[in-house]
């Protein structure tokens, strides 16, 4: 586990790393058809089987992970008023690489 | 430390109780009564769920614990985020953790707002309102899921909570689904009954043991016109007389579940019976955001995207609705507070109440408010009108509205746009009173006595002296001392001790100006006016009606 950041930057192969932990830990007894390794491109909704109140249990897990409260999931979850309808791993993991290395 | 139970009934009202037990419907809690102490409890200014078992835990109002709500919004300078309120917003200590330092063991099985569960030693924490999928994560100590798995007939989904289910149990519960939907809360009950038996059993080290029954709650929101006779019609109809009878047998196994925890107990527990707070009848509907636009104080967004946005979540019966913030100085952010906030101007030009305005401009919108009649009756619609620094009165204060409204029925208000703004609902629904209960028995207990109104900031320092602790300095109740035997009480005097400790908390970066609307004030806003703008106007959540 790679736990806080400590001010040592975090690269994106060991957020990758970190947030397929996240993901298979959470998804691991759910009945999803999903088969296979989690990648970039697979969704959250339409792979993982995830529905909008398990986005809510990620970000408490990926805050936990790292010990932050202060990232801005607004910029990862809304687009133009709404709520996005999916969200794919590789973008959630490019928001983390960008936003877990300001401070 | 002594050994002491709670049994949490969410909602539990003697308006329901009493009859059940007048009928022969829960001989054991009659018994139980006779033998020991009631009254009614009083429940957090706005009685709902999150504040009021929070404040339960804590021994702290609102305003120091700082949860107001299910949901809260969180503003930052790029935007707005709605997520669940969850443990690492709870700013007080909580009783499992107080028991945890004086060496004890607690056992808190069901309890709002405890996940992700705190790490102290000897606990076992199982939260309540949270989805199956994620229980395993959330249990401590880890390893006790593997224990519930081996429990025999032992189903993640039926214990925890399913949001659309729950959010249907507060709008309307078709009748062909009603009979299903309260067998799913009598097993439900089973499960949590179950979980209790194994723990206070496997290792009877414990010394507080805690779990909540929010079954009731659920069936007073839903089936209200089955449990109160006044609604039920002279003839009843074959689909009520079931009903009734369903109802009562939730009921009937309830009773059984408290009969075997005292017995599980044993001879030296004692036991308090707690709920967070009462109900009743809601007979009105009353459209807070539509009177405030008709009153203009709001104004719903022009552009067509918010507005589809808001339909397709009406649709949806999701938990937020948009409105146009640019020119909105009042509005209401979730119907789940029956709350008003008042936008506090931030810069020239922004359209907000001044700060110097505020004051007046509150007692005009109070004037007003107070002025509401009810269609039927022609009285008051509202009872009272509550101004935040006097009910909720702490360093999170401001995450609560400026204004809780009180309607005369106690009903949840609905934050959508909708004619007209206060109507008369088409059946009778349960809703949240402030009046729920509090029953004690056990060794030491007073006997028959019929206590006068209580707080529910009380039960936490009344729990800590039945276990023989202090109660900490800056607990706001105090120790139903009436509930205990004069001789006990010489015995065991109250002893008032350290305060309670600042709750876990880790390298939590919120810089200054993030995380309230006032913060943000204080710090200066230099987020662009378009961007917090646009994001304010995601600010408004609530149930629909």
């Not at chain 2, 080290?205 to 069936?219: R, T």
């Not at chain 2, 007073?220 to 109809?237: E, N, T």
């Not at chain 2, 030491?444 to 039945?466: N, V, Y």
Request: charged share 25%.
């Amino acid at each position: 586990m790679s736990g806080e950041t400590n001010g040592v930057k975090l690269d994106r192969e060991t957020i990758f790393r970190d947030m397929v932990q996240i993901l298979e830990n959470m998804t691991s007894d759910w009945d999803t058809s999903h088969e296979g390794e989690i990648r970039p491109e697979t969704r959250l909704i339409a792979d993982l089987g995830f529905e909008s109140i398990d986005v809510v249990q990620l970000v408490v897990d990926i805050e936990e992970r790292y010990q932050r409260r202060d990232l801005p999931f607004e910029k990862l979850l809304m687009e133009n008023d709404r709520y996005v309808d999916e969200l794919q791993v590789g973008k959630a993991v490019d928001f983390l690489v960008t936003h877990l290395n300001q401070r | 430390m002594n050994k002491t139970i709670l049994i949490g009934l969410d909602g539990a009202t003697f308006k329901v109780l009493d009859p059940l037990m007048d009928d022969g419907v829960m001989p054991f809690l009659k018994r139980f009564l006779a033998d020991g102490v009631r009254g009614e409890l009083l429940s957090t200014p706005h009685p709902l769920t999150p504040p009021a078992w929070t404040t339960l835990m804590t021994g702290r109002n609102p305003g120091a614990h700082g949860i107001f709500d299910f949901l809260r919004a969180e503003i930052r300078p790029s935007g707005a985020f709605f997520t669940l309120n969850n443990f690492r917003d709870v700013q007080c200590e909580t009783i499992w953790s107080i028991v945890g330092r004086a060496g004890g063991r607690s056992i808190s099985l069901n309890f709002p707002l405890m996940a992700p569960p705190p790490s102290i030693p000897g606990s076992s924490i199982i939260p309540g309102l949270l989805s199956w999928r994620h229980l395993r994560r959330n249990i401590h100590p880890p390893s006790l899921y593997d224990e519930l798995k081996a429990l025999p007939g032992f189903s993640a989904a039926e214990l925890s909570w399913d949001f659309e289910s729950e959010k249907k149990a507060l709008q309307h519960v078709p009748e062909e689904e009603l009979e299903p939907w309260v067998r799913f809360h009598v097993a439900r009950e089973h499960h949590w009954f179950t979980i209790l038996k194994h723990l206070l059993t496997a290792d009877p080290s414990w010394n507080l043991a805690a779990v909540i029954f929010d079954g009731v709650d659920k069936l007073q929101h839903g089936c209200w016109r089955f449990l109160d006779r006044a609604f039920l019609p002279a003839q009843p109809s074959e689909f009520e007389l079931r009903m009734v009878e369903l109802c009562r047998e939730y009921f009937r196994v309830l009773d059984g579940f408290i009969r075997e925890i005292v017995a599980l107990a044993g001879p030296e527990a004692q036991v308090f019976i707690a709920s967070d707070h009462g109900f009743g009848p809601t007979l009105r509907l009353f459209r807070v955001n539509a009177w405030l636009e008709r009153n203009g104080y709001l104004k719903w967004p022009q552009g067509h995207t918010a507005r589809e946005e808001n339909d397709r979540r009406a649709g949806t019966t999701s938990h937020y609705v948009l409105f146009d913030w640019a020119s909105t100085t009042a509005y209401a952010q979730s119907a789940a507070t029956n709350g008003i906030h008042i936008r506090l101007r931030r810069e020239d030009g922004d359209g907000g109440v001044a700060p110097e305005a505020y004051e007046g401009f509150r007692a005009r919108l109070i004037d007003q408010l107070l002025a509401v009649r009810d269609p039927v009756t022609n009285t008051p619609f509202f009872k009272a009108i509550l101004k935040r620094e006097e009910v909720f009165p702490g360093p999170h204060q401001d995450k609560g509205p400026d204004l809780t409204l009180v309607p005369f029925d106690h009903g949840f208000l609905s934050v959508l746009e909708g004619e007209p703004v206060l109507s008369v609902r088409s059946m009778v629904m349960g809703t949240h009173w402030p009046e729920g209960v509090f029953m004690a028995g056990g060794p030491g207990i007073s006997r028959g006595q019929d206590l006068e109104r209580l707080s529910i900031l009380d039960i936490a320092p009344t729990l800590l002296h039945s276990l023989g602790l202090e109660v900490p300095v800056d607990f706001e109740g105090r120790v139903i001392e009436r509930a205990f035997e004069p001789a006990y009480l010489r015995e065991h005097p109250v002893r008032v001790g350290r305060p309670t400790e600042p709750p876990r908390t880790y390298a939590t970066t919120a810089k200054p100006g993030e995380g309230s609307d006032r913060s943000r004030e204080e710090a200066g806003d230099d987020a662009s006016s378009e961007d917090a703008m646009v994001l304010d106007r995601l600010r408004v959540l609530g149930y629909v009606e």
